[in-house]
């Protein structure tokens, strides 16, 4: 592509700006924290080309769900994100692993379905990342899904409180299992196509294994929990069962030993 200031294809940042409907602050903002590539210079002037625009799009896009500009530079710094076919496998990604397209609720349907119309602890649902502030009235579920799974605990006569404090202590184990199947597909599959110059042959096929992956990660731990589960049920079950018998038993023996006396 030229790179000529005249090029049709080639934008100011005002021009880019506008495109994208970034402000020109915030494509300055951008790139001095590594989040968008410095634009080609010609006499004084910066010229930025359809990949930056795509690139503050995808920003955009993911900034409107929720991610933190310090994990969009992470995902981009490590997919080497700068064209079409990996903006493009970003979003897919996003897609995959995304959660249900988020829902509005009142504080007044939050605290009928589960009880959650304590401030603090819908906080603390906002800081897990399960819902989102819009104002004093009305949260965005982010999840719907784990919000349902809230209200069927609650269901089961099992206070709000209790279930936040199992979803903090499963977020903190879900995110060293998520780093764990990450780091795999970084060192199995990205960082062998990357060494082989991503060709565009194979895009489709990483797609593809992103996908397995996936569903691999869903059912390989699903069948970890169950056989971790079904042993500490065995031990604390076992343990209590050891504990009945082993009182009756022991005031036998007592009773016995009065009886000698």
């Known amino acids: 592509m030229s790179t000529e200031p005249g090029d049709d294809t080639l934008l100011t940042i005002d021009q880019l700006a506008h495109a994208s409907g970034v402000t020109v602050r915030n494509v300055r903002s951008y790139q001095a924290r590594g989040l968008l590539p410095p634009p080609t210079v010609r006499a004084r ?10 690139r503050l799009e995808l920003i955009k896009e993911l900034q409107g769900e929720g991610v933190k500009l310090d994990t969009i530079k992470r995902l981009l710094d490590t997919t080497g994100g700068s064209t ?3 903006l ?3 979003r897919r990604i996003r897609e995959l692993f995304g959660a249900q397209p988020p829902q509005i ?3 007044g349907e939050l605290t009928e379905r589960f009880g959650a119309g304590n401030p603090a602890l819908l906080k603390r649902a906002e800081r897990l990342g399960f819902l989102r502030r819009i104002d004093d009235d009305q949260y965005e579920e982010i999840n719907p899904r784990l919000v349902g799974i809230g209200q069927e605990l609650a269901e089961l ?3 709000a409180e209790r279930s936040m404090e199992v979803a903090e202590s499963l977020r903190r184990h879900a995110d060293a299992i998520a780093k764990t199947f990450v780091q795999l597909f970084l060192d199995e599959i990205w960082k062998p196509f990357e060494a082989s110059g991503r060709p565009d042959d194979q895009w489709p096929r990483l797609h593809s ?10 059912d390989g731990l699903l069948a970890i929990l169950d056989v971790a589960i079904g042993e ?3 031990v604390t079950f076992g343990r209590d069962i ?10 036998a023996e007592s009773g016995d030993r009065a009886a000698d006396a």
């Open 242 to 251: 050891a504990r009945t018998v082993r009182v009756p038993h022991d005031r």
């Open 84 to 86: 079409d076919q990996v």
């Open 88 to 90: 493009g496998f970003v």
């Open 232 to 234: 500490r049920l065995d």
């Open 209 to 218: 294994t992103m996908e397995q992956l996936r569903a691999l990660s869903g």
């Open 157 to 159: 006569g099992i206070p």
């Open 105 to 107: 609720a009142g504080v």
């Open 45 to 54: 002037t910066g010229y930025y080309n359809p990949d930056h625009l795509a």
